[in-house]
Nanobody
Framework: QVQLVESGGGLVQAGGSLRLSCVAS????????MAWFRQAPGKEREFVAA????????NYADSVKGRFAISRDNAKSTVSLQMNSLKPEDTAVYSC????????????????WGQGTQVTVSS
């Protein structure tokens, strides 16, 4: 069992930066691939980024490639998402997720989810 709690969301102007964090409970965090998804109002949840259990490989959605960076610290059971050059279209609720396989891009492929944190980018 893994419990996930996100933090770091907020309101930022376009072009700004935010860093999201997700802290996991449970002793098996280092065995899971981790990912960030986001869901904007009226839209389906979409994949943002994923990282292998070891941290050695990452994948990104084309819409965030070059602007966002996912990382993890297994000693602290934490996965982070550094978001730079934010755009209004990045506005969404961002959720972290844990799954057994990498890479995976669909929500059903992930076993555990956090409650989400709101990111709002103003123009």
């Amino acid at each position: 069992q893994v419990q996930l709690v996100e933090s770091g969301g907020g309101l930022v102007q376009a072009g700004g930066s935010l860093r999201l964090s997700c802290v996991a409970s449970g002793r098996t965090f280092s065995t899971y691939a981790m990912a960030w998804f986001r869901q904007a109002p009226g839209k389906e949840r979409e994949f943002v980024a994923a990282i292998r259990w070891s941290g050695g490989s990452t994948n990104y959605a084309d819409s965030v490639k070059g602007r966002f960076a996912i990382s993890r610290d297994n000693a602290k059971s934490t996965v982070s998402l550094q978001m730079n050059s934010l755009k209004p279209e990045d506005t969404a609720v961002y959720s972290c997720a844990a799954g057994r396989a990498f890479p995976r891009y669909s929500p059903p492929d992930y076993d555990y989810w956090g409650q989400g944190t709101q990111v709002t980018v103003s123009s």
